[in-house]
């Protein structure tokens, strides 16, 4: 069965250090996503990706952020500079169309730790 | 904008016992309805959805789940739970004419089952 795999499963960084997250989305999937969720808060969506571009972003995806798809596999979200405040699980999504309804599949989520 | 709510953090419930994890939601818009489940150190995963159609939607794991739109709900239940059932279960919805159908979520119940 297809997946979506995310690397790595947990990161510890320091603050103010860059980090990187990374996904592999199934394989002819179109649509992309990030996901976070802070301890005991709600999934949040942050970001939707789309023909090498974002199409939609919340108010959570500031400057700091930024996504890209370097090689046509991996899926990733970059934090430039990492504060505590983003300590959190971060899931990747994706689903292969827009038009009506389609199953997103989720990654098993990188726990990113900001000490 | 939408919203979803599920105001029990966490349900304990005895082995073979019925069980009702409870949504609600807002929305400006007509949405589609989901839960999720993930289990321990696991991924997302899709346990049923509304689309249209018939109110009461079956899903994996002899879960069920009805949706009220007079009440904006959709509960899910189980006549009867394993341990296996033990996990966080969110409940998400969408937009159906949304530019990237995008998820929002409720911040999860986590059902304990108990022996």
């Known amino acids: 069965e297809p997946e979506v795999t995310q690397t790595p499963s947990h990161q510890v960084t320091q603050m103010g250090q860059e980090v990187i997250l990374r996904c592999v989305p199934i394989?002819?999937?179109?649509?992309f996503y990030w996901y976070r969720q802070i301890l005991g808060q709600k999934v949040e969506f942050l970001v939707s990706?789309?023909?090498?571009?974002?199409?939609?972003k919340s108010e959570i995806f500031d400057d700091q952020f930024s996504v890209e798809r370097p090689d046509g596999s991996n899926f990733t979200l970059k934090i430039r500079s990492t504060k505590l405040e983003d300590s959190a699980m971060y899931f990747c999504?994706?689903?292969?169309?827009?038009?009506?309804?389609?199953?997103?599949?989720f990654g098993q989520g990188t726990r990113l730790t900001v000490v | 904008a939408q919203s979803v709510t599920q105001l029990d953090s966490q349900v304990p419930v005895f082995e073979e016992a019925p069980v009702e994890l409870r949504c609600n939601y807002s929305?400006?818009?007509?949405?589609?309805l989901f839960w999720y489940v993930q289990y321990p150190n696991q991924g997302l995963q899709l346990l049923l959805k509304?689309?249209?159609?018939?109110?009461l939607v079956k899903g994996i794991n002899g879960f069920e789940a009805e949706f009220n739109k007079s009440q904006t709900s959709f509960h899910l239940r189980k006549p009867s739970v394993h341990i296996s059932d033990t996990a966080e279960y969110f409940c998400?919805?969408?937009?159906?004419?949304?530019?990237?159908?995008?998820?929002?979520f409720g911040t999860g119940t986590l059902l304990a089952v108990q022996p």
């Open positions: 509304y689309l249209s159609g018939s109110t």
């Open positions: 999504a994706s689903i292969n169309t827009i038009v009506g309804y389609t199953e997103a599949f």
């Open positions: 929305s400006s818009v007509s949405v589609y």
């Open positions: 394989s002819n999937h179109l649509y």
């Open positions: 990706f789309y023909n090498n571009e974002i199409s939609e």
């Open positions: 998400a919805v969408s937009p159906r004419r949304g530019a990237t159908n995008k998820l929002i």
